[in-house]
């Protein structure tokens, strides 16, 4: 598949993210951070291709974990991205792109962290957090069998 430029920016327009998507394929993380960090479950793209950030004087970084963090703007407070500390994977925030006319949402992590008063409609792949957190455990951590 074709990689296709698309921009997204903060409420503001103070901080901007140019960056190429394979796809526009939308993923829901429900775990606690993301929710308090985003005031809701964070709508996300993935992005680990050619992400350029410019008007980095706004933005604002917060080391959420010991191997990512989540970048925001500090004029207008506007949700934008986690990544990784190597930043060679970002999660952007679906709602900052200016144009994703061809979304799909495709997969809710951390499910079993959702609380029980909202439900997102559709069908799509549903992974807990520790189903999700699996996918990254080195080969030696994994159980045998």
Not at 25 to 48: F, K, N
Not at 73 to 97: E, N, Q
Not at 104 to 124: C, H, M, N, Q
Request: with cysteine; net charge negative; charged share 25%.
């Amino acid at each position: 598949m074709a990689l296709k430029r698309l921009q997204a920016k903060c409420l503001c327009g103070g901080v901007r993210i140019d960056a190429d998507l394979e796809t526009q394929d939308v993923g829901v993380c429900h775990c606690d951070t993301c929710r308090r960090w985003a005031g809701g479950p964070l709508m996300a793209v993935e992005a680990s291709e050619n992400v350029i950030v410019a008007g980095t004087d706004s933005l604002g970084i917060y080391e959420s974990s010991g191997w990512g963090e989540r970048g925001f703007c500090t004029t207008c407070g506007s949700t934008l991205f986690w990544r990784s500390k190597d930043a060679s994977h970002y999660a952007i925030s679906a709602m900052a792109f200016d144009d994703l006319t061809e979304a799909v949402l495709t997969k809710e992590i951390f499910i079993d962290s959702k609380p029980d008063w909202y439900a997102l409609a559709g069908d799509r792949t549903t992974m807990t957090g520790a189903e999700f957190l699996a996918q990254f455990a080195s080969e030696e951590d994994k159980p045998n069998g």
